[in-house]
């Protein structure tokens, strides 16, 4: 009886030790790997070989006109927040739209209500802004609650202090959504 | 009755006892007002400063400032907080240096009130401790605690052979001692071996186990083939989810902002790292090693906070998990958007993974068993509203499940 417990266990030290770190058995790898280039792969055309492309400088992509054209400087920053005007209506698809996407994109750090407290707890996200703040901004020369379209839209578009320019995750459109979104935030009172 | 010891002596005493006493109580009531101050000081300090400033040595927008009492005096402080651009413009040697240093940005003006000028300075003075943060080294052997039960296996098994010496050896000395023949490990397993195969029905009990194993492994590995699950690469960055998406989370749409849009749900670019990593340079796990090589990438220089010009920026060759074969059409935006199907449906408990593995099987089984079961998300689909209403019209109190909407038709996915 000993001698089977035996055989056992060195079976189980036999099995135990293929492990299966790798991908595992294709059938016919052209179906998976197929001649045809696929996204993010690479390539034997290109200098740099890779298949991600950037677009011709200039391009501009069908339905998409840029109706912004301020600059990323703080000259830019006060002209927008003069000047620019919100193409998108503020209506209640437009700001329920803009509640989805201010979820997704900037909840983390300013909080469900724009008054800081997100989920990100890093020090140096740990001072956020409240929307609706009446201290005066030296930058804006006006409050907090009192941002235009344009300055909020310039600061998610280019960046603004601590906060990464976001116009490559988010369409113009979005953007002016999300801005419709903060505006109605603005006007939330945190207590 | 007399007193032991001279009145003298014992003033003398109660003297020090109360000079000491009330230093003491000096002592604890100036460590009560400063940590009021430096409470409010901290207040000022993050609703003001935290924006451009860190409590340390590393430069943000604004330089680092930890023991900026030391290098400048109170007086020169109050001047450029309350006006950098006014102080520079008088010529303070020190302040254009600063401005000059700092790509000449000058700070904003801050008019604070005397006595939180006086809170604030006693933040600057009497800085937070430093956190400890965890060794690396611990965090690696707190990870190795979860081992898995293969190896576990493997450890038990290992144990029993080395029980089967011992006990071997053992058997040699107690014979010894006896003076009766000794056998070698080998010739002891050689014997034992010969008894074992000698009777029948053991050589069946091993004919048999073998049997099972070739089966199991047969049946396995063919049954595994072209599919990928729980294949969990190393990837060039040691990028976790479970910090990202679990500990702070940040929503998947963040960084895979595309599968909203696109056939893909595409991996960020480093620009999209660089919108908190810029001022982040240090992770909780594997501190600025990993970091370090987004900046690598991008060329990116941490301590001066700008981007190297005339870098030649190389892409970060991550490793692809999830493969369809060519034969299968596979949509994001069509189960994100339309479907509102949510990431964790398909990719797993993502927000727990330091690395990520494939979770589903994406086998065209597994793809026809969801089709069946998942029922038409009509909520918040009002494009779809007039579709919704014929499809109600049609299928009379019946679950309208994915494939009632052409979800198992051959042409729409294999074309």
Not at chain 1, 80 to 95: K, M, Q, R, T
Not at chain 2, 62 to 76: A, C, F, I, Q, S
Not at chain 2, 208 to 224: E, N, R, T
Not at chain 2, 333 to 351: F, L, R, Y
Request: proline residues 4%; contains cysteine; charged residues 20%.
């Amino acid at each position: 009886m000993i001698n089977r417990v035996i055989l056992f266990f060195a079976f189980i030290l036999i099995v135990s030790s293929c492990s299966n770190p790798g991908p595992g058995y294709e059938f016919m790898p052209n179906m998976y790997r197929s001649p045809s280039l696929e996204t993010y792969g690479q390539n034997s055309v290109f200098e740099d070989s890779s298949n991600a492309r950037l677009p011709v400088k200039g391009t501009i992509a069908r339905n998409y006109l840029s109706t912004f054209y301020y600059e990323g400087s703080l000259q830019g920053y006060l002209e927008a927040g003069e000047n620019a005007v919100n193409p998108f209506l503020n209506d209640e698809v437009n700001i329920e739209e803009g509640k989805k996407l201010y979820s997704m994109f900037c909840q983390h750090c300013h909080g469900e209500f724009g008054a800081g407290g997100g989920s990100i707890t890093h020090p140096v996200y740990s001072a956020i802004p409240h929307y609706n703040d009446s201290k005066m901004l030296r930058r804006a020369n006006v409050p907090m609650n009192q941002l235009t379209s344009g300055h909020i839209f310039h600061a998610l578009t280019y960046g603004l202090n601590a906060m990464g320019p976001h116009s490559s995750q988010l369409s113009e459109e979005e953007r002016w959504k999300i801005t419709i979104y903060v505006q109605e935030l603005q006007k939330y009172n945190a207590e | 009755m007399t007193i032991p010891f001279n009145n003298n002596r014992l003033l003398q005493l109660l003297f020090v006892v109360f000079i000491s006493f009330s230093s003491v109580l000096a002592q604890d009531t100036n460590v009560v007002i400063d940590s009021i101050a430096v409470q409010k000081g901290e207040q000022i300090f993050k609703a003001n400063c935290t924006a451009c400033h860190v409590m340390g040595d590393k430069k943000l927008i604004g330089p680092g400032l930890l023991g900026v009492t030391d290098r400048r005096t109170k007086e020169w402080l109050k001047k450029w907080i309350n006006s950098s651009s006014d102080f520079i413009a008088s010529g303070d040697a020190d302040a254009i240096a600063i401005y000059e240093e700092y790509n000449k940005v000058a700070m904003p003006s801050y008019y604070f009130e005397d006595t939180d000028y006086e809170a604030v300075y006693a933040y600057l003075q009497n800085p937070p401790l430093p956190k400890v943060i965890a060794d690396a080294g611990d965090l690696l052997v707190s990870e190795d605690e979860g081992l898995n039960i293969s190896t576990q296996l493997m450890f038990i098994a290992l144990f029993l052979l080395l029980l089967v010496y011992v006990l071997t050896s053992l058997k040699n000395k107690l014979k010894d001692s006896l003076a009766q023949d000794t056998e070698t490990i080998t010739q002891t397993l050689v014997n034992q071996f010969n008894l074992f195969i000698s009777n029948n029905r053991n050589i069946v009990f091993v004919a048999f186990a073998c049997f099972i194993v070739v089966v199991k492994f047969g049946y396995d590995s063919l049954s595994s083939v072209g599919i990928y699950t729980k294949y969990q690469p190393e990837q060039p960055i040691a990028f976790s989810h479970k910090v990202h998406a679990g500990e702070n989370g940040v929503d998947c749409n963040y960084c895979h902002s595309s599968a909203r849009k696109s056939k893909h749900s595409g991996i960020p670019s480093a620009n999209v790292c660089m919108n908190c990593h810029t001022y982040i340079n240090e992770g909780t796990i594997t501190g600025t090693t990993e970091i370090s090589k987004i900046y690598e990438a991008v060329g990116f220089d941490p301590d001066s906070r700008t981007y190297i010009s005339g870098y030649e920026q190389k892409p970060i060759k991550w490793v692809r998990i999830h493969n369809l074969p060519d034969l299968a059409y596979f949509n994001h935006s069509q189960h994100v958007v339309a479907g509102k199907v949510e990431c964790k449906t398909c990719h797993g408990p993502i927000e727990e993974m330091d690395v990520v593995y494939q979770h589903a099987e994406l086998t065209m089984g597994w793809c026809i068993e969801c089709h069946r079961t998942t029922e038409v998300a009509m909520e918040g689909n009002e494009y779809y509203t007039e579709l919704h209403e014929q499809l109600k019209e049609k299928y009379k109190g019946q679950k309208i499940t994915v494939d009632k909407i052409g979800g198992i038709e051959c042409g729409k996915c294999h074309y």
